[in-house]
């Protein structure tokens, strides 16, 4: 019987260590009964995702992770199940570029205060394997010496509002659902604690996003602690929402989190499966 599934996970085409093949075969160690892969902005690992999890048995779904405008916290949308070949393929693309363009303002920024870095260090330093964004910096900024530690790049440099903080390109939570949607796919808040509302003002803006189409929460997450986990899935009840989980597992560059952290239970994703199923008609 399928008791687990991981719903949240990069690899290292967007900001995580390991590759798609090393993924699943962990998520196989780990008892992980079916995955979704979220990586930040891209889909480029999900054919050699769905190619391993194949092969071990494992079941997988089509996942990514946007960022939408989005203050006093920051606001990730969960896209699941959508055709990889559909509109979202061509906006991610434009989303690949935007970040080709922040990049060296980051590193304009970074020389100025005394710490040049090159993109190809940067590539060979993170063996990013394929976007560049603040993890990859901070894990070089660490290996030339300029912090002690990952997260002084970070807290000194790189957060919302340091020095070399440069904002990202991003959509606004309506055009993110949009997209999502007309892809056949189902979108869902991630970690909303981290969109740093509580109460009324919380609820509000989840109805809000309900309002505008979205599909779910995820309530587990290892930001979540155990009353955060039923505020949120009360939430999800009063707007109709679906609940869903996952580790937002990142390897080496988030190492307290492990694979299947928190033991998302598999009937999310057969929930989830029949709200793919109805947006995918309804495309
Ligand atoms: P980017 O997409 O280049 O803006 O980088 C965003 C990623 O940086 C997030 O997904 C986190 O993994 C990481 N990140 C953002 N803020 C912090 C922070 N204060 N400390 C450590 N990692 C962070
Ligand atoms: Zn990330
Ligand atoms: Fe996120
Ligand atoms: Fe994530």
Redesign the pocket.
């Known amino acids: 019987m399928k008791t687990v599934a991981d719903l949240h996970m990069h690899t290292n085409h967007s900001?995580g260590t390991l590759n798609p093949t090393e993924l699943a075969r962990l998520a196989k160690d780990q008892g992980v009964d079916a995955v979704a892969l979220t990586d930040?902005d891209t889909v480029t690992g999900i054919g050699e995702l769905v190619e391993e999890t194949n092969r071990l048995g494992l079941e997988a779904i089509a996942g990514v992770e946007l960022s939408a405008k989005f203050s006093p916290g920051t606001l990730h949308i969960l896209g699941y199940g959508f055709d990889v070949k559909g509109p979202i393929r061509e906006k991610l693309i434009e989303f690949q570029k935007a970040r080709a363009e922040r990049n060296p303002v980051i590193f304009e920024r970074l020389k100025a205060m005394g710490m040049p870095l090159t993109l190809e260090e940067v590539k060979e330093i993170s063996q990013a394997k394929n976007q560049v964004?603040?993890?990859h910096i901070a894990k070089a900024m660490e290996a030339k010496g300029y912090v002690k530690t990952y997260?002084e790049a970070?807290?000194k440099y790189l957060?919302k509002g340091g020095p070399a903080y440069v904002p990202?390109a991003a959509w606004s939570a309506q055009d993110c659902i949009d997209l999502i949607h007309e892809s056949g796919g189902v979108a869902v808040i991630a970690h909303p604690i981290q969109m740093k509302l509580q109460g009324m003002n919380l609820r509000e803006k989840i109805k809000e996003l309900a309002e505008m189409g979205l599909d779910g929460l995820e309530v587990i997450h290892p930001d979540h602690n155990a009353g955060e986990q039923k505020g949120f899935t009360r939430l999800a009840e009063e707007f109709d929402l679906l609940t869903t989980g996952g580790s937002d597992f990142?390897g080496d560059?988030k190492p307290g989190i492990q694979l299947g952290q928190g033991r998302p239970p598999y009937v999310f994703l057969e929930k989830l499966r029949e709200r793919i199923k109805q947006r995918r008609k309804a495309v």
């Open positions: 900001d930040h964004g603040r993890p997260a970070f807290d957060t990202k990142h560059h």
